[in-house]
């Protein structure tokens, strides 16, 4: 038996190399066993799938720049709109998740002008045109301050303030959103939902198209644009809206006010207004103001 300071025999002749290699590959094998790589399988493939989810499900969008192409004709964005500054556009707080990720009960939408500062979506009606406001300088379209004031009154509390909602936001709201306009405005269908107690139903039963109860309320037209138009496959439906509207010269067609019995009776006689005739569309005003 060898001394303690003496070097065994099994050892005799072996360089270090040899040594350091045969450490390396003990401590190899020790990472290669099942019990440990099946684990570490388990645990990156979870990691990166909810990373993805997270990346494409539950990333807010902060604003119309960094909606990414995937979405456009693919997905939808869903929030609470903080403020309608014109009579077919509004915007959107992104609040991906809703109230399962915290929405309302955990996470905030902010409610001051600073804090919303490019947090906002910049959404533009799909496949309607309603009459113009005054912009630089420039007059406004008859009828333009009454499509607003309808707008507001179908988004914002403040116009009919409901129980539990703060009347500085709006409502939520679902966007299928389509493509960007030459103003970097996100073109989307919009649907809003008629009530609380009807969530859980269809989007056809619990919902409403935006831009089908502008039509159908007679104070925005059919899209004529310039630019390719996006519908989301409803141009048909749209465009019989816009008809029945003017047939029955509601909205802007002339036909949401009655003074008294001389027109009410102009109005079962066929003899009301003829405004829905010579009404002035979006489009046309768009193009008589660049020419004036």
Known sequence: MPWFWQERSSNKGRSTETKIEETSISIYSSFTTPNVLIPTLILTTGLLTLRRVHHTYLRRVTNAQHLPPSFLRHRSVFGRVTSVGDADNFRLYHTPGGIFLGWGWLRHVP??????????????????????????????????????????????????????????????????????????????????????WVAGLPKAIGCWDLGERMLKAGWATVFEGKNVAEFGGKEARYRELEAQAKKKRVGMWGGSRVSGLGDILKSWLGLGSTESQKLESPREFKNRMKDS
């Open 111 to 196: 409610k001051s002008r600073k804090a919303l500062t490019d947090q906002t979506l910049h959404i533009r009606i799909a496949g309607v045109d309603a009459p113009e406001l005054p912009h630089f300088g420039k007059p406004g379209q008859k009828h333009g301050d009454e499509a607003l004031a309808w707008l507001r009154g179908q988004l914002m509390f403040q116009e009919h303030p409901q129980k539990g909602e703060d009347p500085r936001l709006g409502r939520k709201v679902r966007c299928y959103v389509w493509s960007k306009d030459q103003y970097g405005r996100v073109v989307g269908t919009c649907w809003i939902r008629r009530a609380s």
